[in-house]
């Protein structure tokens, strides 16, 4: 795994709020699957964080593991799918699909998980990220 920088108490003065994405999307339980996947696509954003550690990114061009082992993991552990990377033509169905499965397993283990996907704009499966950032590691998207 990658080694990560953690803060520490008087390490680092910085605030939660200087981190913080100013547009943040929050999807309300009211809404629908479908509603919740255009939300999600439309506002660009998408808990093995695929892209926050190097190997997970790694494995993932490798196509050493899918959206469903991640599902499988987070089933016994963890709180669902993080940092997945997706095609920015992802279609509504397949985000449908996932948030329903999701859904099904938060559902039957009686625990919460999240899904926070990130579609990259532009990009089809096939091709590789090109994030410009010290907490994401580029991969292969599926």
């Not at 987070?74 to 669902?80: E, N």
């Not at 704009?121 to 998207?141: H, V």
Request: net charge negative.
């Amino acid at each position: 795994m990658a080694t990560r920088k953690t803060a520490r108490k008087g390490d680092d003065k910085n605030q939660v709020k200087d981190v913080m994405v100013d547009d943040v999307v929050t999807i309300e339980s009211t809404a629908t699957l479908l509603e919740a996947a255009e939300q999600m696509r439309d506002a660009n954003t998408g808990m093995l964080p695929v892209m926050e550690d190097k190997l997970l990114a790694q494995r993932w061009a490798e196509n050493g593991y899918e959206i469903d082992s991640l599902l499988a993991y987070s089933s016994v552990c963890g709180t669902g799918l993080d940092t997945v990377p997706l095609p920015g033509d992802v279609s509504d169905d397949r985000l449908v699909k996932i948030f329903s499965d999701v859904a099904a397993l938060a559902w039957k283990w009686k625990k919460p998980l999240t899904a926070r996907l990130q579609p990259v704009k532009g990009k089809k499966a096939g091709d590789r990220t090109d994030f410009d950032s010290q907490y994401l590691f580029n991969t292969t998207l599926h």
